[in-house]
């Protein structure tokens, strides 16, 4: 069964720290990954898109990798700020039909104290 | 951001009413979609549209209705509406011939059904 798993639910951490939000997956065959980002009353917003050659990708303080052998995933956020407080979901794409199906996780929930 | 915009924000309505729920995007994008968002849960497909004239049911069973009769605009309609219907719906469009491509969301709209 084709799943997407994030861990932690949720995460409380002070400004300036970094934290890392894991996502694993069991999709297959892989297409891409991709990170949003949503804040509360608002809708996702895309942070990086992984395809299956790509090991890291860097938005800012935001820097997602990839392993696609253990099929894991991982969103590094730097020097935390208050605006960083939101879900964090992880989306994984298949190549199982000519348009390709998303699979979501349930978010990783960041609150960012001062 | 992303050009995508939902009305109405909040609805508060009782048992049986119809509604409607509007989605527009000036993208010119050709993919839209209707998702259905709970507290803590991943995101569920209830509908998509490839284009004008054209759409299909997501995922998850649902007694809602779409119609896409202009590129821009992708309505969703409860003829109607009952308790468990309350939820966040997210309105989404997307391009390219390629599958999958990133999702622009709108900001939800929360509907609260008593």
Same mark, same amino acid.
């Given at each position: ?18 934290? /890392? ?86 978010? /990783?929930?960041? /609150?960012?104290?001062? | ?27 010119? #994008? ?13 995101? #569920? ?39 468990? #219907? ?29």
């Amino acid at each position: 069964k084709n799943q997407v798993e994030q861990s932690p639910q949720s995460l409380i951490i002070l400004e300036g720290k970094n934290c /890392t939000l894991q996502c694993n997956y069991t999709v297959s065959p892989f297409s891409n990954l991709r990170w949003y980002k949503q804040d509360t009353g608002r809708g996702p917003v895309s942070l990086t898109i992984m395809t299956f050659s790509e090991n890291t990708k860097s938005n800012g303080r935001y820097t997602a990798t990839l392993d696609a052998d253990t099929k894991q995933s991982s969103l590094h956020i730097t020097a935390s700020q208050l605006s960083d407080s939101a879900s964090y979901i992880c989306v994984v794409s298949d190549r199982g039909s000519t348009l390709g199906r998303l699979y979501f996780g349930r978010g /990783t929930q960041l /609150t960012v104290w001062p | 951001e992303a050009d995508i915009y939902q009305t109405p924000r909040y609805l508060v309505i009782g048992t049986g009413k119809k509604i409607t729920l509007e989605c527009s995007q000036t993208m010119g #994008h050709d993919k839209m979609y209707w998702y259905q968002q709970d507290p803590g849960m991943e995101l #569920h497909l209830i509908h998509y549209s490839y284009g004008v004239n054209s759409t299909e049911k997501g995922d998850l069973s649902s007694e809602s209705t779409v119609s896409r009769i202009r590129t821009e605009h992708f309505p969703l309609t409860l003829e109607s509406a009952r308790p468990s #219907h309350t939820s966040q719906y997210l309105c989404a469009s997307s391009e390219g011939r390629d599958s999958p491509s990133t999702l622009h969301f709108g900001n939800g709209t929360r509907l609260t059904v008593t």
